[in-house]
């Protein structure tokens, strides 16, 4: 049976990954927010984003927007998707 951290750290990755690549898109949906509670209904609506994944998206800093990071996260998806089908 999967670990729920795993499954939760790796719907987070995903998150993360979908801001990256739709920045743009990302900003203009904060921009058009009031608040942050809207910017989360917003991505809960346009993305069919959890709560905890909102979390993890409107938490992200701009450090996470680099190369290095997109990197880093395609191999860490990678690991966690792995484990997760790996195990009985």
């Known amino acids: 049976?999967?670990?729920?951290?795993?499954?939760?750290?790796?719907?987070?990755?995903?998150?993360?990954k979908w801001a990256i690549d739709h920045r743009a898109e990302l900003s203009e949906i904060?921009?058009?927010?009031a608040d942050e509670q809207a910017l989360e209904a917003e991505l809960q609506a346009r993305c069919g984003f959890t709560k905890e994944?909102?979390?993890?998206?409107?938490s992200m800093s701009a450090r996470r927007l680099t190369?290095?990071?997109?990197?880093?996260?395609?191999?860490?998806?990678?690991?966690?998707?792995?484990?997760?089908?790996?195990e009985p």
């Open 1 to 16: 049976m999967p670990e729920p951290d795993s499954s939760l750290r790796l719907a987070g990755l995903k998150a993360v």
């Open 67 to 86: 190369t290095a990071y997109r990197t880093q996260l395609d191999r860490e998806i990678d690991e966690l998707t792995e484990h997760l089908t790996s």
């Open 53 to 58: 994944q909102c979390d993890w998206v409107i």
């Open 30 to 33: 904060a921009y058009e927010a």
